[in-house]
């Protein structure tokens, strides 16, 4: 794909969960390509201390006060957006959590419901309330941050390193993101608007309580990228900074 430096310039781009972890790389990355990056965030401290240090790079950034399960908050953040800056061009839906520990015939089903309202019917709600603002940009771009563990190919190969990993509740939201990636992608086939879901890999977060053998700022490289692909880039797709994920 080509470079889409220049053609993404003084873009507007919305990253949930931004205060930390993958979601600031992310934010970070977009800000250096130019791309003033608005950082939703629940806590407001932390969301201001981490706009500030990418304000303290040269990056137009702005904490935006965000929970993904709070649907006042979003409206309220769209609001702000259009009458800010009339239009939105980049939505990357970063902001998750898991329940890893239990198996799935004992897992609290409440604690299940949760991962839920934050990896699924978050993403859902948000791309919902921004359509409109990315419709008036002139190429939207929509990144769903999902997992490997969402693959029902990875997850069901015997040979695969996720072939013996639990956690009901993680795993198929993930999975139910990436096909939530597809039905947008469907819709919005005739407009500029592209749909992707990413894969950023194990990576030391909060997540996994920093376990993984990535960078946060490695685990932001897919995100990144697409959220920056041109014209010729694809759209309804699963990839990691690699390329292709099966679904």
Known sequence: MMDNVE????????????????????????????ITVLMG????????????????EGADARFIPLDVTDRGTIERAAAWIEKEFGRLDILV????????????????????????????????????????????SKHGRIVNVSSSLGSLTLSSDL???????????????????NSMTIQFAKELKDTSIK????????????????????????????AIEYASIGPDGPTGGFFNDEGRIPW
């Open 195 to 222: 749909v992707n879901a990413i894969c950023p890999g194990y990576c030391a977060t909060d997540l996994n309580g920093h376990s993984g053998p990535r960078t946060a700022a490695q685990g932001a490289v897919a």
């Open 93 to 136: 839906n970063n902001a998750g959590m898991a329940e890893f520990g239990a198996k799935p015939s004992s897992v609290d089903l409440a604690k299940v419901r949760e991962v839920y309202e934050t990896n699924y019917f978050g993403p859902v709600t948000l791309i919902q309330a921004m359509l409109p603002l990315l419709g008036k």
């Open 159 to 177: 040979t695969s390193p996720f072939a013996d990993f639990l956690a009901l509740g993680y795993c198929t939201s993930k999975s139910a993101l």
């Open 41 to 56: 965030a629940r806590d407001e401290s932390r969301g201001q201390a981490a706009a500030g240090k990418l304000k303290a």
């Open 7 to 34: 053609l993404f310039q003084g873009d507007i781009a919305l990253i949930s969960g931004a205060n930390k972890g993958i979601g600031y790389e992310i934010a970070r990355g977009l800000g250096a390509k130019k």
